[in-house]
């Protein structure tokens, strides 16, 4: 999907919009996704991406890309939802001072849905912890090499291995009793 | 066997499943494997994770070529950045927001239009119909209340200080900068200096402005006089006299444009329609005096007026009258 991309960031800061174009509709589904997948919110996160694009074409002129193309986009919008979150903490324990019993806002698309066994896998991704998250997502979700991982979230290629084996390792001991629910379900349905 | 070892194979299937693992570490792995069904078993749950967690990420889809859309008319300057030299190409807004854009970028020019300040320009942020969250070029967030105007500085990062021009409401979440501190000219004579903090400003047609602050410590100032408010602290600006006023009560209502949630807590009916007409832009009177004092208590959660009167109308034992857009308590005759 994203071959030769070397060429792009240097089309870019001369102002090729053709280029700019190319980048945004190859990343923005992927992007969004992923920035979506952080903040629980997709227009928030579709507000977000389209923000650094809008950012990075005012720039363009500095627009310099050491690594590969897509570590650095991806890089800049994990940043971003990371400045987005620290902002809505900020906002939300503002209001829960204001206003006591405010409810926890309810995740939209959780758990129990028609396709139960995804949702229960969504849930327990949602609940890993931070790192761990952030790198199973990465991997499974948007396809980056371990090494692609490691240069968006700045961390080194072996604690990214480490992150997805505690990663899967969650994932099996909280989901066993439902992947293990599955066969009898076969067998009563078929 | 011993945990290590586990966390070891973990990492490793891990790396099966993700397609990273060399030649030499999938021998490992189907070694390890072969030596136990259990094993296999686990496997075989990590492999159906893994499937089925891809299905996952397929369900996602955005709209990528509105998204272009949109984006591409921000990237030709049709959306958010507005040279103050130039004509501003968004009069042909409704009337009363016209007059509003229009006050500001008068000022807007008067505060920050330098003649020799020809690059660095301006930058305007804006919310219609809905709040808006944006970043500004230093970091700082902001939360735009619908119709709400800022515009900052020419040069807005690279002077001695931060400057903006806020005309509305917003939220602000200001990026910390000691070396350069974050001003807010709100209203016509009033300022906000902060360095790194969050609040509420809120400035009024009539003049008057209204701060509250989340976090850190503000200076609300008019040329005369000034106020420091810490957290939990809010200050008025009151135009007719000209003075700043720490307020004594907070209003539990000053971010229910935000919330969307109204508190009244043994609150007059009088303040109570206030409240209401601010927020539901209605036009609610209190037909008979007696009423004016009785006092509410409750909380409304994204409610609509319709039933937020109904509510009212319920609890005090009141009629709702209604002609055309004028909405009128009365007493209820029979009681």
Redesign the interface.
Known sequence: MYTDETELPVQISRGD?KA??HV??AY??PL??YA?GLLGD?D?A??V???L??RL??KRENFQVSGSLKSYLFRAVHN?VM??IK?EK??Q???Q???H??PQQEQPGSALQA?E??GK??AA?GELPEHCRHVFRL????GL??REIAEVLGISVKTV??Q??????T??IR??EY?HL?PVFILLFS | MSKPD???M??????L??G?ATAEEQARAAQWLDEDISRRE?FA??E???E??????AD???D?DA??E???R??NGGGT?IPLQRKPNFMYRAAAVFAFLLSVSVAAYFIFGREQAAEGLAVTYKASDRPK???LAD?S?I?LNSGAVLVTSENFNAGKERRVKLTGEA?F?VAHNKEQPFIIEAGEKTTVRVLGT?FNVNTEADGSVDVVV??GRVLFANGNDSLILTA?ESGHYDPASGSLAENENRD?NF?SW??H?L?FNDTELEKVVAILNQFYRADIRIGNGSLRSMRLTA?YENESLEHVLELLRETFGIRIVRDNAQITLEKDSVN
Not at chain 1, 139 to 142: D, I, M, Q, T
Not at chain 2, 52 to 57: D, L, Q, T, V
Request: overall charge positive.
């Open positions: 919009q700019f174009e945004f509709r923005y589904q969004s996704r979506s997709r928030a579709e507000e991406v389209q923000q694009f809008c074409w005012e971003a400045n987005e902002h900020v906002k324990a503002y209001m001072n204001q206003v019993d405010r396709k066994l995804e896998i969504q991704i991997s499974r979700f948007e090499s371990y291995e480490n997805m084996g505690k990663a899967l390792k994932l099996r989901l066993a992947l599955l | 586990t966390d070891h973990d990492e490793l299937l891990a790396k499943l993700a990273e686990a749950d990590l159906k994770i893994w089925k967690s891809g299905n996952i990420a996602y889809s955005a990528t998204a272009w949109k984006v591409k921000k990237m950045i969250n944006d970043t970091g967030r939360t939220f979440d969050s989340a976090t939990g539990p971010d935000k919330t949630k508190v909380t």
